[in-house]
């Protein structure tokens, strides 16, 4: 009995504290990249990113959040259910109190607009420059696009 009681006083207090901070059964995402503005404060369902500490989707009422992102796909789960899927490079995710969403990434593309055959030799050729290179500095910046050339194919294929 004494454990229904507190399950009681735990929602109750839960609900009130839900209400303080003010959230909301909608999520608000803007998706933009330097190249385009994919959303802009539109109402979605959920949204999936890669971040460097791992891939998480976000619903509404999601804890707050501010994350990196890693090259990788950006999925989209809009209210009707259409799912849209983008490539980024990099970027930042912020998932604000309000239930709000901004994803910003440095460059950004619709998946079904991804060339794979271009990633492939973009690959072959900084896996080149990577192994050929002497200056550390041109090795780590082989690498990076080694890196996000890799994730370009995967998510195209």
Do not use: W
């Amino acid at each position: 009995m004494l454990f229904v009681k507190n399950a009681r006083l735990l929602v109750k207090c839960g609900t009130r504290l839900m209400q303080a901070r003010g959230y909301a059964n909608e999520m608000k995402l803007t998706f933009a990249a330097a190249n385009r503005t994919f959303y802009d404060n539109a109402d979605v369902l959920q949204i999936d990113v890669p971040s460097f500490s791992g891939s998480f989707g976000i619903l509404a009422n999601h804890v707050p959040t501010l994350a990196a992102l890693k090259p990788g796909v950006v999925q989209v789960i809009e209210n009707d259910g259409k799912i849209i899927k983008y490539f980024v490079s990099s970027g930042t995710v912020t998932v604000n109190e309000d239930s709000s969403v901004q994803v910003l990434a440095e460059e950004a593309h619709e998946i079904k607009d991804i060339d794979i055959s271009e990633a492939r030799l973009l690959l072959s050729k900084y896996q080149s420059i990577m192994s050929s290179s002497s200056s550390d500095v041109a090795k780590a910046e082989a690498a990076v696009a080694v890196e996000c050339c890799e994730a370009l194919i995967k998510a195209a294929e």
